[in-house]
């Protein structure tokens, strides 16, 4: 079956670490895949979208994704965290089957001053 | 500035009632989705609408039905059918062109009294 999976459930970090957050896809074919961004109780921001080309795809707020195609991955990555990037983090792969996204379970962002 | 509204932002459901989400877009978009967001399992479908007078039951459509009568309005009703519906709802929508991703609203919490 199609599915994306995020392996972290949870991911702490320091300010000014760098983060690297795991995506890997289950697709027969290389499908569409994004990165959105959560606040708690709010609704999903996108962060960065891949479609083909360029495999290092640059979005908002200084995140950058890395699709690799041998190894079924599309992880997010940033430099250097700031305290205002807590939050939750999915990755979702489009299915052109009734235009629907999958989204992986997420993962949880904490950034400790 | 277009986008998508979500109402009420807190919603409080008695045992055997019927409530309804609402979900209104003025971005003209063709496509409408719902999801229920659970901690730890991401995003699910519930239904989706391509067109208006159309809508297709998603992965978790048991206990829920839609209607899809105007274009801009995309309303969900949880009905007493539905066991467990405390969670976080999203409403989505695309504008049908495989180079842009969902945008969504900012989400109505459902809790049981």
């Known amino acids: 079956a199609q599915s994306v999976t995020q392996p972290d459930i949870h991911i702490t970090v320091s300010e000014g670490a760098s983060l690297e957050l795991r995506c890997n896809y289950s697709?027969?074919?290389?499908?569409?895949l994004f990165w959105y961004v959560q606040s708690p109780g709010q609704g999903l921001q996108l962060l960065l979208k891949?479609?083909?080309?360029?495999?290092l795809v640059q979005g908002i707020k200084g995140f950058e994704a890395e699709f690799k195609r041998s190894q079924s991955s599309f992880n997010l990555r940033k430099p250097s965290v700031h305290w205002s990037d807590a939050a939750e983090y999915f990755c979702?792969?489009?299915?052109?089957?009734?235009?629907?996204?999958?989204f992986g379970t997420g993962t949880q962002l904490k950034v400790e001053l | 500035d277009g986008g998508i509204t979500q109402s009420p932002k807190y919603l409080f459901r008695k045992e055997g009632q019927n409530v309804t989400l609402s979900c209104e877009q003025n971005?003209?978009?063709?496509?409408m989705y719902w999801y229920r967001q659970d901690p730890g399992q991401g995003l699910r479908l519930i239904y989706y609408s391509q067109i208006v007078n159309d809508f297709q039951k998603g992965d978790i459509a048991e206990g829920y039905s839609v209607s899809r009568e105007k274009k801009e309005s995309f309303p969900l009703t949880v009905t007493s059918a539905q066991k467990n519906p405390t969670a976080f709802y999203l409403c989505a929508s695309w504008a049908g062109r495989h180079q842009e991703t969902q945008y969504f609203g900012p989400g109505t919490r459902l809790l049981v009294l």
């Open positions: 979702a792969a489009f299915t052109g089957g009734g235009n629907k996204l999958t």
């Open positions: 891949y479609f083909s080309g360029d495999t």
């Open positions: 697709y027969g074919a290389t499908p569409y």
């Open positions: 971005l003209n978009h063709d496509a």
